[in-house]
């Protein structure tokens, strides 16, 4: 086999690889860019430190996070770690001054990676990190991101512990002591979480004279993610 025949073989399992290792398809903005021609070009790996704690994501994979952690990209390297990207981006981000470059940035997802229009995926919940030089795409990785979510809740009522879920109603009566004492999410050590008991407005009836509607609410940051109706009996 010549010499040449070799070279567009290895150029083609190149091609063939960096395709294989795209769990989604890159943004449209991206799709005209060219792939590198040798395998030091290609992505090898990305750090990202998720609250503190840090991810290595390999080309082409996934990481999932939880809306409201704080991203920041630590580290991207290449096949041939001695090579430069000049930009990494992800599409959802951009500073404060307009610029796109992610490396280094924290990334509140509270705000950012939010927006359906910038995902990759038909349900908006995915979001390309992209990395490149002038007309060349090393690759990209994913991050997937998941809606706080409540467990359940134990409440000590007079002494006894009840266990609790989101949807399921919480009656007591007005001399009863009932505090939460444990919240399960999938948000690790429960982090940014706050829950308050707040009164829900009704006009006044005899039944309402009877009885107290509540909603205990349970946010991340600045956002309502679940709630346990309280009905407190005055009789």
Do not use: C
């Amino acid at each position: 086999m010549s010499p040449l025949t070799m070279r567009g073989l290895k150029l083609l399992g190149i091609l063939l690889l960096a395709a294989l290792q795209l769990a989604w398809d890159l943004p449209a903005a991206y799709r005209t860019l060219a792939t590198p021609a040798e395998e030091g070009a290609l992505l090898d790996y990305v750090v990202i430190a998720v609250n503190g704690r840090m991810k290595k994501v390999s080309r082409g994979a996934e990481l999932d996070f939880v809306r409201g952690d704080i991203l920041k990209v630590i580290n991207v390297s290449l096949k041939d770690p001695t090579r430069k990207i000049n930009l990494v981006q992800i599409d959802g981000f951009k500073k404060a001054d307009g610029s796109v470059e992610a490396r280094e940035q924290l990334i509140d997802t509270s705000y950012d990676l939010i927006q359906k229009d910038d995902a990759v995926d038909p349900d908006g919940a995915v979001y390309a990190l992209l990395t490149r030089t002038r007309g060349i795409v090393h690759g990209a990785v994913f991050l997937r991101r998941t809606e706080p979510t409540l467990g359940y809740i134990d409440v000590l009522i007079n002494g006894k512990t009840r266990v609790m879920r989101e949807g399921e109603g919480l009656h007591v009566k007005k001399s009863d002591h009932f505090k939460i004492v444990k919240f399960v999410t999938n948000i690790r050590e429960n982090k940014d979480i706050t829950f308050t008991v707040l009164p829900i407005l009704e006009a006044k009836t005899k039944t309402h004279i009877a009885l107290q509607n509540y909603q205990i609410v349970f946010r991340r940051k600045n956002r309502i993610f679940a709630k346990i109706p309280l009905t407190v009996e005055n009789l």
